[in-house]
């Protein structure tokens, strides 16, 4: 048997090649958000990352907000693994810390023309980050370190004891 380095292809057309060269910078925001009586009117995926916004909500006139932002506190509380919808008390205004990622470069230009990317690249480069590496937008997708035999055998026995 002869053993192969990939048998999937990426997608994407020729036309949208990427420069290695190209970063994403995360920047955080400070969002004060009067709802009153009314609900955010947004859709959060399990990692507080929004998805969508219901028309005409407070959430949705705020101009702070975007989609595939991920909010990471909530008046002071930090969210973590914790769901915003599990955290947040009722209340007339809300202060949300969230990180958005942009393509990185020099200054101006980065702000002015801000690239559109997956939420499932945003959360790989969130989760890149939060282990203190550097994000790319060529992310390199290793394997797990093989595991020694002596602790693939104490794993063993803890498990079966």
Not at 97 to 107: M, P, T
Not at 119 to 126: A, H
Request: glycine share 8%; proline share 7%; net charge positive.
């Amino acid at each position: 048997l002869k053993r192969t380095k990939s048998l999937l292809t990426p997608r994407g057309s020729p036309s949208k090649s990427s420069k290695p060269s190209e970063l994403y910078e995360c920047t955080q925001l400070t969002v004060d958000l009067f709802c009153g009586s009314e609900r955010l009117g947004m859709e959060l995926n399990a990692y507080n990352q929004i998805l969508s916004f219901v028309p005409g909500s407070p959430s949705d006139r705020h101009p702070e907000l975007q989609l595939h932002d991920r909010i990471l506190e909530v008046d002071g509380q930090v969210l973590g693994d914790r769901l915003l919808s599990d955290t947040m008390r009722p209340a007339q205004r809300h202060t949300f810390v969230s990180e958005r990622w942009v393509l990185g470069g020099d200054g101006a230009a980065s702000n002015t023309q801000t690239k559109r990317l997956s939420p499932r690249t945003l959360l790989s480069l969130g989760k890149s980050r939060a282990t203190g590496a550097q994000a790319s937008q060529t992310s390199r997708k290793g394997k797990r370190p093989p595991i020694s035999p002596a602790a693939s055998l104490s794993a063993r026995a803890d498990r079966f004891t």
